[in-house]
Nanobody
């Protein structure tokens, strides 16, 4: 069984910053990609940023230059530093994990953390 523990969401004014963290634990042989997705009210879940084990990153155009994703492989943790936040960044942010179990490659999702940006 795999667990993802997310933290760092909250309420912030436009222009402010937040840092999300997500720690993975459980029956994980190795971690491939970690990342963050988000879902606004009435919207679809969309990519925010991902990072591979080799530190290759991918960002949504809407957050490029404002958000930075990083990971600590020793701690099985991924971070999302969010700067210059805008009201349109308001959403539930979900941690994403792609990992190798003993015999298979699997995806796993966190339960989500709310980020609210006030104007």
């Amino acid at each position: 069984q795999v667990q993802l523990v997310e933290s760092g969401g909250g309420l912030v004014q436009a222009g402010g910053s937040l840092r999300l963290s997500c720690e993975a634990s459980g029956s994980i042989a190795s971690i491939n990609t970690m990342g963050w997705y988000r879902q606004a009210p009435g919207g679809l879940r969309e990519l925010v940023a991902t990072i591979t084990r080799g530190d290759t990153t991918n960002y949504a155009d809407s957050v490029q230059g404002r958000f930075t994703i990083s990971r600590d492989n020793a701690k099985n943790t991924v971070y999302l530093q969010m700067n210059s936040l805008k009201p349109e960044d308001t959403a539930v942010y979900y941690c994403y994990l792609n990992y190798r179990a003993i015999w298979t490659i699997r995806d796993h999702w966190g339960q989500g953390t709310q980020v609210t940006v006030s104007s």
